[in-house]
């Protein structure tokens, strides 16, 4: 079984970083709870922002900044980076650079991801898309 360290590196590096959304099976439990802004099963709420942000920042990359780990619970704190090429949340494309940082904390169960509590910097995120 993986060790929670592992776990969550894949989730950004493969994953995320590595668009292999097929990964979300293997990740994730079944029942995964996500605590985050929706209302979404974790499942769902993973492949959706993955594919919003691949379309709307196709150069996406997180940059993990530090991971602590605690048995079965990891914090992560990572930076996104890229360029808004694409539409998002009804904004078109405007070439600029975007940055945003964030926070998720990890809940495991037998080497796979149950619950994630993510804190997104989302309101920067607009107003650097925006001009907000």
């Known amino acids: 079984m993986p060790t929670t ?3 969550v590196e894949r989730f950004y ?3 995320f970083n590595g668009r292999r959304f097929d990964l979300i ?5 079944p029942d995964a709870v996500n605590h985050g802004p929706t209302d979404e099963p974790a499942r769902e709420a993973v492949a959706g922002a993955d594919r919003i942000v691949h379309e709307s920042f ?7 900044d ?4 605690d048995g079965d619970k990891a914090a992560v704190r990572w930076t996104m980076t890229g360029t808004h090429d694409g539409d998002f949340l009804g904004t ?3 070439g600029k650079a975007i ?9 495991l169960r037998d080497g796979r991801i149950a619950e ?9 995120l607009i107003r650097q898309v925006t001009g907000a």
């Open 5 to 7: 360290r592992e776990t």
């Open 13 to 15: 590096a493969e994953l």
């Open 25 to 29: 099976d293997e990740l994730l439990t």
């Open 58 to 64: 196709s150069d996406a990359v997180l940059h993990v």
């Open 66 to 69: 530090d991971i602590l780990v």
């Open 92 to 94: 078109p494309a405007t």
């Open 99 to 107: 940055r945003m940082g964030a926070t998720v904390v990890f809940g």
């Open 116 to 124: 994630l509590w993510p804190q997104l910097d989302f309101h920067g």
